[in-house]
């Protein structure tokens, strides 16, 4: 099946530093993937819309600034924490649809961030 | 906007069977799905409804009614790795993002 890989799975970093997560689709193209975060015992809140080669699109409330996403291949996407702050803290999961309309979302297994 | 809702905790025996249910709201409605999601991992996939009615697959059936916003995940024969958090997770026409429910979290009992 559809597989996403998601790297690192855990991160620990110190307040003021960057850290980027790797989002892979491993064996579709996938022009649209999705980053979400989530804190404990919450559900998954949609962060942004990645796009292959244009801007990605941000819900309310996310900075972009931020966040930088970067789509620059049909199979890569990143997510780049930008002077990261502890309330940053979270677990962020990325996710893609192989395939078009009804098929569901695969997910990343997530990166634990930690920011010290 | 959209509202999605379900409850927050629930707890069954093992062995049992037990019914999450999950009421929506929203606009351009395309399908609902159910996923499960232990602590600290990935959600993965369980059903994908878009239209009325039940759709089984092993213990696991799930439930929709598009008339009245209203979906529920059927759980059968529980067993203790059933243990998890349940996201119904509303899919709308012109995207493929999904806006998720808030999440119950299931405890089987022995």
């Not at chain 1, 409330?61 to 924490?81: P, Q, R, W, Y």
Request: with cysteine.
């Amino acid at each position: 099946g559809a597989v996403v890989s998601q790297h690192p799975s855990r991160v620990i970093c110190k307040s003021g530093t960057s850290v980027k997560i790797e989002c892979r689709s491993l064996d579709f193209q996938a022009t649209t993937m999705f980053w979400y975060r989530q804190f404990p015992k919450q559900s998954l809140m949609l962060m942004a819309t990645s796009n292959e080669g244009s801007k990605a699109t941000y819900e309310q409330g996310v900075e972009k600034d931020k966040f930088l996403i970067n789509h620059a291949s049909l199979t890569l996407s990143t997510l780049t924490v930008t002077s990261a702050h502890p309330e940053d803290s979270s677990f962020y999961i990325c996710s893609a649809q192989p395939g078009a309309g009804n098929s569901p979302l695969h997910f990343g297994n997530g990166t634990r961030l930690t920011v010290t | 906007g959209q509202n999605i809702d379900q409850p927050t905790e629930m707890t069954a025996t093992e062995g049992a069977i037990v019914q999450i249910n999950c009421t929506y709201q929203t606009s351009g409605f395309n399908g609902l799905f159910w996923y499960q999601q232990h602590a600290g991992e990935a959600p993965t996939f369980l059903s994908y409804n878009v239209l009325d009615g039940l759709e089984e697959k092993g213990r696991f059936s799930s439930f929709l009614s598009r008339s009245k916003g209203y979906s529920y995940l059927l759980l059968k024969e529980l067993q203790m790795k059933d243990s998890a958090s349940y996201l119904c997770a509303v899919h709308n026409r012109g995207g493929n993002m999904l806006t998720f429910g808030g999440g119950t979290r299931l405890m089987v009992k022995p």
